[in-house]
């Protein structure tokens, strides 16, 4: 059985930062790729950042230059570390992997992200 579990998440004034962590656990041969993704209320979950085991990042428009992706594949971990959040950061942030075997799909049960204007 894989878990991911998030951690993190909280309630930050505009501009300020947060690190979120996720550290999988469980029987994992490997992984392909891990990230976060977040939704709002009343909106779709969106893509966050991702990054793969070969360290390729793949970032939302909305994020980029504010947030930062990173991963420590012998811990199993992925880290986003989010700077000069503003209110529409606000959201629960989900943490995502994708695992061998299988190529699997895996998902956090979310962290809650609060920012106050």
């Known amino acids: 059985q894989v878990q991911l579990v998030e951690s993190g998440g909280g309630l930050v004034q505009t501009g300020g930062s947060l690190r979120l962590s996720c550290a999988a656990s469980g029987i994992i041969f490997s992984i392909n790729s891990m990230g976060w993704y977040r939704q709002a209320p009343g909106k779709q979950r969106e893509l966050v950042a991702t990054i793969t085991s070969g360290a390729s990042i793949n970032y939302a428009d909305s994020v980029k230059g504010r947030f930062t992706i990173s991963s420590d594949n012998a811990k199993k971990t992925v880290y986003l570390q989010m700077n000069s959040l503003k209110p529409e950061d606000t959201a629960v942030y989900y943490c995502?992997?994708?695992?061998?075997?299988?190529?699997?799909?895996?998902w956090g049960q979310g962290t809650q992200v609060t920012v106050s204007s």
């Open positions: 995502y992997a994708n695992l061998n075997p299988g190529r699997r799909d895996y």
